[in-house]
């Protein structure tokens, strides 16, 4: 019993450390506008983390990609952002759904998905989209 939970720690280890880093550029989506997102990868690239700051924005999210296939992957995901400007400042989340794909020098990732404004405690819902191109470091 004990070599099973040591072979299935280590496996768990070995699937956790599997991480990459991208940044990409942001057009719309968890950027209400344009901006730069950080994503580290987890469990054998399944699981995202992000961090974003854009114009007058900054995001916070999760990303869960639903294959492992390395060049085309649908993802699903939250980012919860908060946006600036005046008119139209406060909090917003985000739930994209989308696909990446993997060209020869980056990544490209283009989602649309429900948008929630949380303006005086009342949501407002509307639609999003999003399009990034990132870079692996």
Known sequence: MKYILSILLLILTINITAQKNYYHYSLKGST??????Y????LSERLGAEF???LLSS???????????KTIKPYIGASH???IIPSNAGWKTYFPIGISKKTHNGRLSIDFGPNIN???R?????FNFGIRYGVEF
Request: glycine letters at 12%; zero cysteines; aromatic letters at 22%.
């Open 81 to 83: 952002y908060l946006f």
């Open 59 to 69: 995001s916070l999210g999760t990303k869960l990609y639903l294959t492992r296939n």
């Open 39 to 42: 994503e580290r990868t987890f």
């Open 118 to 120: 949380w303006l005086d």
């Open 122 to 126: 009342t949501p407002n819902y509307s």
């Open 52 to 54: 974003g700051i854009g």
């Open 32 to 37: 209400p506008y344009f901006g730069i997102v």
